[in-house]
């Protein structure tokens, strides 16, 4: 990846985040701090991996993505909005009645999403199939599914990833919010989870870890993934719940909450400084 095309993702990373931040808070609800944390991985995907087009949503040669951790739709609304899905002007009306964006992702309400999720566990099992119809359809496309880290406390995930292993889908490519904290507290202490590594290893996939906000490193996973033959690939992505915002950044109270007035503006005036850097 060249310093241009970097800059340019982390330019994007930036308004994603001020728009992660613009939706919640006129929601009054909402889960900012895996949507922040997985910001980085949105823009990547919808800005240089995946093969999508705004003006055609339901392309069947399409590449598809699943966001299994459905409660960090803030997060995949505001790149859909950034690449001109739909406008911008609905990311304030984020979880009101009768607006398009919906708490959860809603494949029949809102265009670019491949599948409607919310119910931990599930979506990944969505996308191994939507990874199986791609192989028995002789298609080329690929199916990106992100999982956080808490989520893959659900035994359902395991049986999907025993599932994509068994078939053999090399076209299905996970990728895991290691962002360390869940609603009820640090992943360790909640269920333990890890080593999620060694786990997908176990389960047959080809495993990476990376940093999560380092585009560097996530390019190169990536390409990558795109390369493996005969199993599917797992990219483990280390990150900072909450990033971007200092208050949020590692506090685990920002799973599930929306700022206030003042805390918004902190917020606001923090991203806001970071893409002014960013474009300078």
Known sequence: MNASEKKALEIMAAKVRIDIIEGVFNAKSGHPGGSLSSADIFTYLYCKEMNVNPEKPKCPDRDRFVLSKGHCAPGLYAILAEKGFFSKDEIKKLRHIDAMLQGHPDMKGTPGIDMSSGSLGQGISCAVGMALAGKLDNKDYRTYCLLGDG???EGQVWEAAMSASHMNLDNLCLIVDWNGLQIDGPIQEVAGPEPIDAKFEAFGF??????????DEIDTAFAHAKEVKGKPSCIIAKSVKGKGVSYMENNVNWHGAAPNKEQYDVAMAELTAKLAELEA
């Open 206 to 215: 080809d495993v990476q870890v990376i940093d999560a906000h380092n585009f």
């Open 151 to 153: 989520e893959i406390d």
